[in-house]
Structures are given as C-alpha cells and as structure tokens.
Nanobody
Framework: QVQLVESGGGLVQAGDSLRLSCAASGRTFSTYAMGWFRQAPGKEREFVAAISGTRTSYRGSLKGRFTISRDNAKNTVDLQMNDLKPEDTAVYYC?????????????????WGQGTRVTVSS
C-alpha cells in the first residue's frame, strides 16, 4: 500500500508561481511512475504531468510552464508551476503507478492522494 500526501496549494494571483509537493510512503518509490492530475470545478480530472525514471511527459498546453521532478531519496515528487493562469485553478492530485508506465491515463494509477487546491485569481 502506498500513501500519498500533497502539499503546497493555495491562493495566488495570475502570473505567480507555485510549487506542489507530494510525499509518498513505501520502499519501492523509485520504481513507481508518478503523475500529477487536476480537476477543475465541474470538469473531469485531467492529466498534468508524469515522471518515470528520468522520463517526463506533460499535457501539451502546460509544457514550458509546469515542471515535474522527483527526489527518490526523499520519496517526493514536485510540480513547479510558473506563470499561473486562472484556468489553472483546480484541485491537484498526486498519483502513483507501481508498474512504472508514466502514462496520461488515470486508470493506470493505482494510488492517489487527497489533493491540494490551487486557486489563481485574475
């Protein structure tokens, strides 16, 4: 069983930056693919970014503004978000794929955190 706890959300203004962090339990963290997803009010949960080993992938519209990274020694995965826009407002979720695939498909992630809310005001 893997437990994931997100932190770092909050209320910011458009153009600001925010760094989300996800702390994971488990001895085999380094073998997991980790992903960030988000869900805006009234919308479906969507892929943001994933990292598997050193390979990263991003939602196309976010590439260049968001950066995913991980620290296997600390069992953490971060999401650096720059130049935030009101449309980035959502609850952001950390997820783990024990099979290490690192895809954009929600159903490939077996473990999920509770989410951290990000609100971007205009």
């Amino acid at each position: 069983q893997v437990q994931l706890v997100e932190s770092g959300g909050g209320l910011v203004q458009a153009g600001d930056s925010l760094r989300l962090s996800c702390a994971a339990s488990g001895r085999t963290f380094s073998t997991y693919a980790m992903g960030w997803f988000r869900q805006a009010p009234g919308k479906e949960r969507e892929f943001v970014a994933a990292i598997s080993g050193t390979r990263t992938s991003y939602r196309g519209s976010l590439k260049g503004r968001f950066t995913i990274s991980r620290d296997n020694a600390k069992n953490t995965v971060d999401l650096q978000m720059n130049d935030l826009k009101p449309e980035d407002t959502a609850v952001y979720y950390c997820a783990a794929d024990p099979l290490g695939r690192g895809s954009s498909y929600l159903d490939q992630y077996a473990y999920w955190g509770q989410g951290t809310r990000v609100t971007v005001s205009s």
